[in-house]
């Protein structure tokens, strides 16, 4: 065993400090190498642009490291990569963007390849045609951050940042309406269709339009839409009415809207979105809609060809409803068919016409009184009645006008509608039965035997004129001569006379003594016979033919 006082005398150990190690000046350039490699990075982070990928369902034109991402012309980006997706059916891009472009990569922003288009819009993307398809971009105005993106398959009509507003319009049927196909104003394109689908109850369609600022501001509450593509031809009783847009519109269509003459006092400007109703044309769009419809049934015993639906109802020439249906009723118990109009009137029409006389006053009419008033024109004798609205085209419409000799009608009964309204038989049907008798007896009329017999007059009445012709010639050659040498014996004997006379003044015992007197008398009988013989030659001379006919029967003047 060890004594303690041995281990106190063994050598004790002690702590010495290491020496401190000098740094080389080797080791400062590579750490000032890294430093400053280091710096860069954080520069280039904090400098370099997001990288987003874009989803496409073709990549015409696009390639990386050439293809460029560009808004407004101004290249933000570039394409770094092209490869499939996974499934094989779309194209997903990787492109770069700059920093100073990091603010337009939002949740709302779209992407899409442009390149040459020809649209109803018109021409775009011609520049690539040289320097080659590009990536568009369409800003967007959410705040929040985004870096997938489905690319449109189109560019958007409208960019989001263009002044002007939204507008839905519900239409039965889309037409000849397109994308990009104009909206006008008063004949002035203020607009364009950026897109449609089918309604969500599959019975219409929804058509969205965006209107140019400040063109805007004239759409109110009141505003009509309709579809101004084509030529708007309509043929009614009113006659042809031809209305265009312009010669765009009528290649590609297009939307019209303006204000209607009607719009009153509440008319007001309507927000963005807010939703219209698209009619078929111009005249549906401008057509009054009132809110009192009173519908009516008319029955009548003759043809209704020429009336259509549409046609108008009239007041004294004053439009107060339209037709809405025209078909014929059977009645099994009379075995019996009769033509059947429906019609609507809009009393507040008829009401707005009447101009109370001077020192009256016109009240409004409720549903009672409307009542009573029609029943008191049917009572001064207004009927119905079926009128040529357009001759050529052979259009007709409803005219409700009095007829004072009109047999008595019944009372309207106003216990369910349509109401039946009494009729007068047309103009027009009296004038067809008059024709339609006198055809008839001109067809009884033998004109066969009477062409006959006017045949063998005119035979007699030549052969006549012949032989009247041969006693001319006859009278002509024999009896005028004959007259015209008793004429001059008789003026050799009137110079005898005068002679003896002459000689018997002499011999003749006074001057009044009866002898000479007789010879007197003698003579002036003679010289009266001579001028009458003398006017029958002149008058034969003349009228040879009064012979045969007699002396034509003299004109008193």
Same mark, same amino acid.
Not at 161 to 170: A, H, N, S, T, V
Not at 400 to 423: Q, S
């Given at each position: 065993?060890?004594?303690?006082?041995?281990?106190?005398?063994?050598?004790?150990?002690?702590?010495?400090?290491?020496?401190?190690?000098?740094?080389?000046?080797?080791?400062?350039?590579?750490?000032?190498?890294?430093?400053?490699?280091?710096?860069?990075?954080?520069?280039?982070?904090?400098?370099?642009?997001?990288?987003?990928?874009?989803?496409?369902?073709?990549?015409?034109?696009?390639?990386?490291?050439?293809?460029?991402?560009?808004?407004?012309?101004?290249?933000?980006?570039?394409?770094?990569?092209?490869?499939?997706?996974?499934?094989?059916?779309?194209?997903?891009?990787?492109?770069?963007?700059?920093?100073?472009?990091?603010?337009?990569?939002?949740?709302?922003?779209?992407?899409?390849?442009?390149?040459?288009?020809?649209?109803?819009?018109?021409?775009?993307?011609?520049?690539?045609?040289?320097?080659?398809?590009?990536?568009?971009?369409?800003?967007?105005?959410?705040?929040?951050?985004?870096?997938?993106?489905?690319?449109?398959?189109?560019?958007?009509?409208?960019?989001?940042?263009?002044?002007?507003?939204?507008?839905?319009?519900?239409?039965?049927?889309?037409?000849?309406?397109?994308?990009?196909?104009?909206?006008?104003?008063?004949?002035?394109?203020?607009?364009?269709?950026?897109?449609?689908?089918?309604?969500?109850?599959?019975?219409?369609?929804?058509?969205?339009?965006?209107?140019?600022?400040?063109?805007?501001?004239?759409?109110?509450?009141?505003?009509?839409?309709?579809?101004?593509?084509?030529?708007?031809?309509?043929?009614?009783?009113?006659?042809?009415?031809?209305?265009?847009?312009?010669?765009?519109?009528?290649?590609?269509?297009?939307?019209?809207?303006?204000?209607?003459?009607?719009?009153?006092?509440?008319?007001?400007?309507?927000?963005?979105?807010?939703?219209?109703?698209?009619?078929?044309?111009?005249?549906?769009?401008?057509?009054?809609?009132?809110?009192?419809?009173?519908?009516?049934?008319?029955?009548?015993?003759?043809?209704?060809?020429?009336?259509?639906?549409?046609?108008?109802?009239?007041?004294?020439?004053?439009?107060?409803?339209?037709?809405?249906?025209?078909?014929?009723?059977?009645?099994?118990?009379?075995?019996?068919?009769?033509?059947?109009?429906?019609?609507?009137?809009?009393?507040?029409?008829?009401?707005?016409?009447?101009?109370?006389?001077?020192?009256?006053?016109?009240?409004?009419?409720?549903?009672?009184?409307?009542?009573?008033?029609?029943?008191?024109?049917?009572?001064?004798?207004?009927?119905?009645?079926?009128?040529?609205?357009?001759?050529?085209?052979?259009?007709?419409?409803?005219?409700?006008?009095?007829?004072?000799?009109?047999?008595?009608?019944?009372?309207?009964?106003?216990?369910?509608?349509?109401?039946?309204?009494?009729?007068?038989?047309?103009?027009?049907?009296?004038?067809?039965?008059?024709?339609?008798?006198? =055809? %008839? &007896?001109? $067809? !009884?009329?033998?004109?066969? *035997?009477?062409? +006959?017999? #006017?045949?063998?007059?005119?035979? @007699?009445?030549?052969?006549?004129?012949?032989?009247?012709?041969?006693?001319?010639?006859?009278?002509?050659?024999?009896?005028?001569?004959?007259?015209?040498?008793?004429?001059?014996?008789?003026?050799?004997? =009137? %110079? &005898?006379? $005068? !002679?003896?006379?002459?000689? *018997?003044?002499? +011999?003749? #015992?006074?001057?009044?003594?009866? @002898?000479?007197?007789?010879?007197?008398?003698?003579?002036?009988?003679?010289?009266?016979?001579?001028?009458?013989?003398?006017?029958?030659?002149?008058?034969?001379?003349?009228?040879?033919?009064?012979?045969?006919?007699? &002396?034509?029967?003299?004109?008193?003047?």
């Amino acid at each position: 065993m060890t004594d303690p006082e041995d281990l106190n005398s063994l050598p004790q150990s002690t702590t010495v400090s290491g020496r401190r190690m000098r740094l080389s000046v080797v080791w400062i350039i590579p750490i000032l190498a890294a430093l400053v490699g280091a710096g860069i990075a954080v520069q280039k982070i904090l400098h370099e642009g997001p990288a987003i990928t874009i989803v496409f369902k073709t990549a015409e034109g696009i390639e990386a490291g050439k293809t460029f991402v560009r808004y407004k012309d101004v290249r933000i980006g570039l394409v770094q990569n092209v490869k499939l997706s996974k499934d094989f059916t779309k194209v997903v891009v990787t492109a770069k963007i700059d920093k100073s472009a990091e603010g337009l990569i939002v949740e709302d922003a779209t992407f899409w390849i442009e390149l040459p288009r020809v649209t109803l819009s018109g021409v775009s993307g011609i520049g690539t045609l040289l320097s080659g398809n590009h990536i568009g971009l369409g800003a967007g105005k959410s705040s929040r951050p985004r870096r997938e993106f489905v690319a449109l398959d189109m560019p958007p009509p409208v960019s989001i940042d263009k002044p002007g507003r939204r507008f839905m319009l519900y239409a039965d049927a889309l037409g000849s309406i397109g994308i990009g196909a104009p909206v006008y104003y008063r004949q002035i394109n203020v607009g364009q269709v950026i897109g449609y689908d089918l309604a969500k109850d599959g019975k219409s369609v929804e058509i969205m339009v965006f209107v140019n600022a400040p063109y805007d501001r004239q759409i109110t509450t009141q505003t009509r839409f309709w579809q101004a593509g084509g030529i708007d031809v309509t043929l009614g009783a009113a006659g042809l009415s031809v209305q265009m847009q312009s010669m765009l519109s009528l290649l590609i269509g297009g939307i019209a809207f303006e204000q209607p003459l009607t719009a009153d006092a509440e008319d007001r400007p309507v927000k963005e979105g807010a939703v219209f109703t698209l009619y078929g044309n111009r005249t549906a769009a401008e057509s009054r809609h009132e809110e009192i419809i009173t519908p009516y049934v008319l029955y009548f015993k003759e043809s209704v060809r020429g009336l259509s639906v549409g046609a108008p109802v009239t007041v004294a020439g004053l439009t107060i409803g339209e037709v809405t249906d025209v078909s014929f009723e059977y009645d099994p118990a009379k075995v019996d068919v009769r033509s059947r109009v429906d019609i609507v009137m809009y009393p507040s029409r008829l009401t707005e016409y009447m101009k109370p006389t001077p020192g009256s006053e016109l009240k409004p009419l409720d549903a009672q009184g409307r009542r009573a008033f029609i029943q008191r024109m049917v009572n001064r004798g207004y009927r119905a009645q079926l009128r040529v609205g357009n001759l050529v085209m052979g259009q007709l419409y409803i005219a409700i006008d009095r007829f004072p000799n009109a047999p008595k009608a019944k009372p309207i009964d106003w216990r369910k509608p349509p109401y039946e309204l009494p009729v007068m038989s047309s103009s027009m049907e009296d004038l067809e039965t008059r024709v339609s008798n006198i =055809i %008839a &007896k001109i $067809d !009884r009329i033998p004109l066969e *035997a009477i062409g +006959t017999d #006017v045949r063998d007059t005119l035979e @007699t009445l030549n052969r006549t004129l012949k032989d009247a012709d041969r006693v001319m010639n006859r009278i002509d050659r024999d009896t005028v001569p004959a007259v015209q040498a008793t004429l001059e014996d008789l003026r050799k004997a =009137i %110079a &005898k006379a $005068d !002679r003896v006379l002459a000689g *018997a003044d002499q +011999t003749l #015992v006074g001057k009044d003594s009866p @002898t000479q007197q007789e010879l007197r008398e003698a003579l002036q009988e003679v010289s009266r016979a001579a001028r009458s013989i003398s006017d029958l030659v002149d008058y034969l001379e003349r009228n040879p033919q009064s012979l045969i006919r007699g &002396k034509e029967q003299e004109v008193p003047r």
